[in-house]
Structure formats: C-alpha cells, structure tokens
C-alpha cells in the first residue's frame, strides 16, 4: 500500500465529484436568495445559471427582516435553544456522574431503563406531554389555589411586556423548553465518556478533600469538554431545529421559533422562494457555526457513544 | 476495588434527581399516560371514554366486505406502514455509501478534513431549512435536479406530486443528508484505530482487496455497523413527519405519509388522540420488536464467529 497522497491526485477525484453533489445544492440555495422575485431565468438559463449566480439581489436578505418579524422568530429560537442546551446538559452530566462514578443500589437496572427509553418513538410521548403543557395551569390552580393562574396564564404577549410571554400553559416558553431539557441520549454519551476516565481521578479527588460535588465540578467536568461539548452542539443543533413541538405548542406569532416562522414565505399565491432561500440560508449560520466551533472535539464525542455498541 | 465515594443512594440521589423527575415527567409517565389514552377516544372537547380495544381493532383489523374480499379496517395504516419501510431502504443504502466513503479517506490523503467536513455539512444542516430547499431544487421546472437531468438529456419527472417518483425522490433527499454523516465519521473513526500493517500483512499473503476486505477492514467495523444500523432503525422508523409537513403535506394520495405523521395529523389535524396513541404505540412495539431482533442476531453472530 504505497498511497502517497502527492503522486494519487486520482484519488480526490471521486471525492471531489461526492462533494461537488454535497455543494451543489447550497450553491442552488445562494443563487435562489440573491435572485429577483418572480424570475425566469431558471427554465431557460439551464443548468449552470442554476449554479453560478447571475443577479445579486442582497436586498432579499433584508426583506426577510421586514416581511415577517423575522428578529422576533430568531430571538425565538436562540431562547429555546440555549436553554434547552443548558438545561439538558447540566441535567445529562450530573446523571452520567451518578451512573458512571457512584456506586449505588439498582444503578444498572435504572440506567438500562434508560436506556430503553431511548427507542420510545417521539410520536409516543408528544401527545401526552401536550396534554399535561395544556393542563398545568389547572393543575397548579388545584395545588396553589390562592394565586391566580389563569390570569398568568392570559397575562400573553401584551404590547406593554412583548418579550415576557405566558408563564406556563400551552403557547409559552415554559413548555417550549422545559420538556427538551431531559434526555436519555445525552446521558448515555456523557456516562460513555465518564467511565472511561481512569478511577484514580476520583481517588486522588477524595485524598484532597474533595466531596463527591466538587469532584464532579472541579475534575470530572473540566476533563470531559469533548464530551459536554459535542452533547452542546448536538443539542443546540436540534433544539435550533427542532419543530414539530414548537408547531403544536405555540400558537401565538411572537412566540414563533424560525422553523416555524419560515412558514410565512409560502403564501397563499405560491411560495416567494428567493426568500424562503434567504432566510433558510440566515437560519443555517448559527449551525455551520457552533459546528465549526465544535469540530475538534467532535470525533472523539461521536465515537463515544458507539463504544459499547 | 472500593470507589472513592461511599454513601450510596444517599450521594447519587442528588445528581440523579433532576434528570430522573425529568425522565419521569416527560418520557416514562407520557409512555404510561398514552398507553391509557390508546385505549380511549378523545376529541380533547368532550371528556375522554373507555372505548378498550377498539381503536387496536380499527387500525390493524380485517373485514369481510360487501363483496365478499376480505380488507383492512385502516387500510391506510397499512400504506403509511409500507411507506415507513420503504424510505427506510436508505439505511442499507447509506450505510454501504459511508463505509466506501471512509475506507476511501482512511489513506494519507491530503485534505481529508476538508472533505470530512464537506460531506457533514448535510447533516449539521439537516431540518426544516434543509426540507425547504430540496423541495425546491426537486420543483420540476425550476428546480435544480431537472436541470441536471436535461444536461444529460433526460426529462425529469415531477417528483414529489407524481405518486411514483414522490418515494423516490424522498430517498434521494435522505440519502444525500445521511451519506457524508454520522455514519462516515463513525465508520472512518473505526478504520483509523486498525493498524496499517494488518493491511499490509493481508496484501503481502496474497490476499486481493475482496479477501483483505473481509479478513481486516470488517472484523474493526463489525460493532460499529451494528450500532450505526440499530440507532438507524429506531430513527428510521419513526422518522418523516417533519419532511412530510414541510415538503408534501403526506401526499400526493398518502405516498409519502410515514406512520410518525399519520399519529400527527390523527393528534392534530383531526383530534383523534385516542386513536393518535393507539398507532404511536404500534410504531413503538414495532421499534422495539425489531431492533430486539436485531440485537438477538447479533449476539448469535458474535458467538458463531
């Protein structure tokens, strides 16, 4: 096997032509946001005119922000996205600490249940969580019943308070995040990572004077950042995406995420797609992104979790 | 060999709590909560009733009718079913295009994080954006893939409004998405930790590329494949509702309606929540179902081999 990468130039060619049909499509998506409304150059120009832009029309990035309350939808989306990433990571990572690192009764029986839950298809627990978004107001009405929920619960996006929303109750940000904030998945990848760190870390935690809490925030975190950061980015990832929860939780525009809010291009006399790509491409940066950010952890966080197969 | 922490339950309850209450609230008591609900009808106006097995009976249930034949009381259940495992084909399909792709970046090739990343950037995008633009590049007069079938010469069909090709088209999409994936970067991961001199001892005792294939490369990427494919399935399964909303709304006449957006149109176009719940939990038993049988296999391969 004498592949030496300077005389097999043949060897990218396969590799350039899988990564010319992987950017193609962007280039497809670009010359889509800078075209004119409405124009024809598509049928007749052929191909390449697909490919290569012919009109630079950058005004469609800033009609995106104008046509629809685009910053709203974005500022939307980076609430939900953050917190759910910060919620589910705390939460994931001192689970994983408890199953990787501590030694208790019924450990493993617990963390296969979690595991299992793991092939519970989304569609299974989406109605009921919907269900109990819609009842919580009464609920909390039933256990707290001198504060007045329903009023909290249509206080809504007034004129006066437009970023505070609804507390609780469907259509609000409570139930847009609270519910991606615990994930079997994210605990499994970081207990993946935690047991491999070798035991002495604790031991010698111990010898310091270090209590199990400490422990876990001072030694075992610090050591496993490939780990909490590929969890990071998967889980913003999808948070940033996510959009059949949102679609049926919320029902207000201002507390539309920009998935949803993507929604408004295709209108009723077909869809303005040169906005639609535009603002398909302004949806993408945050993930290209964290992504690149992520990268170099990033094998290693993915790998982690085929370890036990 | 005694851990360095002592105290039990006592210590991990505090770590495990706001996970567990989590797990509970939204994953174990939801699974509970629609397992009572598939044995209900619901229009969420009216209070639920008792209706027990009814609603299982309607969805997988046989008929004799007028005529004599005998037909499905949900006989679109069985199409969204189909459908289901008909997209699933690009599993097989991607997981075969991943491995080739990293065996060939598995060299001393300059670039290959270059190309490592190109082949990803599908996946870091993968959503409604992306569902937006293939949808657009599969437009039949405007789009980009009839484009670049009229450089060959070939007129494209009209994709995802023509019954036949809507499936296809669909797999061509996931294919794309999937291929330069997780898979790759999983499978090329794997094949970087064999050593080069396994390959080396293969070609020197005389084994081709098919031999050295089989006696090398698949042994390192055995439990790799096996995890890729399971996650896959349990993925795969329950896949193709958010497409379905943004690209084809299931149609044209439900050819590309899954069972993950049969339960939601059920849930929330029509208010059948009982019903809804009931397919969510046929999808479930069949998640679980197969990938236990998968599991099962492969344990029995390990211990042939």
């Known amino acids: 096997m004498k592949a030496d990468g300077r005389h097999t130039w043949w060897w990218h060619v396969p590799l350039m032509i899988v990564g010319a049909t992987m950017l193609l499509p962007l280039c497809f998506m670009f010359v889509t946001a800078l075209s004119e409304p409405g124009q024809a150059i598509r049928a007749d120009g052929g191909f390449w005119s697909l490919v290569f832009p012919r009109t630079w029309r950058w005004e469609n990035f800033l009609e995106v922000w104008q046509r629809v309350p685009f910053l709203r939808y974005y500022a939307n989306s ?6 759910v990433t910060c919620g589910q990571v705390c939460t994931s990572a001192c689970a994983a600490f408890a199953f990787a690192r501590l030694q208790w009764r019924g450990r493993d029986a617990i963390f296969l249940a979690y595991l299992a839950t793991m092939m519970v298809p989304g569609a299974v627990t989406m109605i009921p969580n919907f269900i109990s978004m819609k009842m919580i107001p009464e609920w909390l009405g039933y256990l707290l019943p001198w504060i007045d929920w329903n009023a909290i619960r249509h206080l809504g996006p007034s004129s006066d308070w437009p970023v505070l929303g609804r507390f609780v109750g469907l259509d609000s ?27 002495e870390l604790d031991e010698a935690a111990a010898i310091d004077g270090c209590g199990p809490w400490t422990t876990f925030y001072r030694v075992i975190l610090p050591v496993s950042k490939p780990g909490v950061a590929t969890l990071g980015v998967f889980t913003f990832v999808g948070a940033w995406g996510a959009f059949l929860w949102p679609l049926v939780i919320v029902n207000s ?13 295709q209108g009723q006399y077909g869809t303005q797609w040169q906005l639609m790509m535009a603002a398909a491409i302004l949806m993408l940066i945050p993930n290209v992104v964290i992504f690149l950010l992520g990268q170099r952890f990033f094998v290693s966080g993915l790998t982690a979790g085929a370890v036990k197969g | 060999m005694k851990r360095a922490f002592a105290g039990g339950v006592r210590t991990a309850l505090p770590f495990l709590l706001p996970n567990l209450i989590g797990f509970l609230a939204f994953t174990f008591g939801p699974l509970v909560g629609s397992l009572l609900l598939s044995f209900c009808s619901w229009d969420l106006l009216r209070s639920p009733y008792w209706v027990g097995l009814d609603n299982f009976r309607e969805l997988l249930g046989f008929h004799r009718g007028s005529d004599g034949e ?20 690009n599993l097989p399909v991607s997981m075969v295009g991943s491995l080739i792709l990293a065996m060939w970046l598995n060299r001393p090739l300059r670039g290959v994080r270059f190309y490592r990343l190109v082949f990803y950037l599908p996946t870091v995008m993968a959503g409604v954006a992306v569902f937006y633009l293939w949808r657009w590049m599969l437009n039949p007069d405007e789009g980009l893939i009839n484009a670049a079938l009229a450089l060959v010469h070939v007129e494209g069909p009209k994709w995802l409004t023509d019954p036949f090709w809507a499936k296809p088209a669909i797999l061509i999409m996931s294919f794309w998405l999937s291929v330069g994936g997780g898979g790759m970067i999983l499978y090329l991961a794997a094949l970087q930790s064999v050593p080069r001199e396994l390959e080396e001892a293969a070609a020197i005792d005389g084994a081709g590329p098919w031999s050295s294939f089989w006696a090398v490369t698949w042994p390192s990427v055995r439990s790799v494949t096996f995890f890729i494919a399971t996650t896959g399935l349990i993925r795969g399964l329950q ?34 929540m009982g019903y809804a719940a009931s397919i969510a939990w046929v999808m479930f038993l069949l998640v679980f179902g197969l990938t236990w049988l998968q599991w099962r296999r492969e344990k029995q391969g390990e211990a042939w081999s």
């Not at chain 1, 847009?176 to 035991?199: D, E, I, V």
């Not at chain 2, 949900?74 to 997209?87: E, I, K, M, R, V």
Request: aromatic share 20%; hydrophobic share 50%; charged share 10%.
């Open chain 1, 78 to 83: 980076m609430i939900v996205a953050m917190v």
């Open chain 1, 173 to 199: 940000y409570f139930s847009l995040t609270l519910p991606g904030m615990f994930s079997a998945y994210g605990t499994f990848l970081l207990r993946q990572f935690f047991t491999t760190l070798p035991k």
């Open chain 1, 253 to 265: 525009d201002s507390l539309r995420t920009l998935p949803i809010g993507l929604q408004a291009f």
């Open chain 2, 70 to 89: 005998w037909a499905a009381t949900d006989p679109a259940f069985w199409q969204y079913l189909g459908n289901t495992f008909f997209l699933l084909l």
């Open chain 2, 239 to 272: 896949s193709g509702s958010e497409m379905a909303y943004v690209m084809t709304q299931g149609g044209p006449a439900g050819a590309t309606t899954t069972l993950g957006f049969y339960v939601f149109e059920k849930a929330y176009q029509q208010f059948e």
